[in-house]
């Protein structure tokens, strides 16, 4: 089981920065994977990027490479977000599964995570 509690998002002018955090709960020992998604109303929910708890691998969308960066803490993935454009502006949730990398990879792909926390609310205004 994992639980998730999502904070960071806000309004920011294009150019700025917003962070990220997802603080997880863990009850599973070992394999899982933490990402973030993002939705705008009405269009389909975009995978942003993913890591494996292990630290080893993270996997980020063409649309926010160079710009987006995760970074892992005790029980937490956090997303920094720089350079932001005004097409970032989305609700963002983080996520969670259990497997290996190539197993999340493909769930990551497919914005089918298992366990979903609350979204938070990015806005970038130009």
């Known amino acids: 089981q994992l639980q998730k509690v999502v904070s960071g998002g806000g309004s920011v002018q294009a150019g700025g920065s917003l962070r990220l955090s997802c603080e997880v709960s863990i009850y599973v020992p070992n394999r899982y994977c933490l990402g973030w998604f993002r939705q705008v109303a009405g269009k389909e929910r975009e995978a942003v990027a993913f890591?494996?708890?292990?630290?080893?691998v993270d996997h980020y969308a063409d649309s926010v490479k160079g710009r987006f960066t995760l970074s892992q803490g005790e029980e937490a993935l956090y997303l920094q977000m720089n350079s932001l454009k005004v097409e970032d502006t989305a609700m963002y949730y983080c996520?969670?599964?259990?497997?290996?990398?190539?197993?999340?990879?493909?769930?990551?792909?497919?914005?089918?995570?298992?366990?979903w926390g609350q979204g938070t609310q990015v806005n970038v205004s130009s």
């Open positions: 996520a969670a599964d259990i497997g290996v990398e190539s197993y999340c990879y493909r769930k990551w792909t497919n914005s089918a995570f298992i366990y």
């Open positions: 890591a494996t708890w292990a630290g080893s």
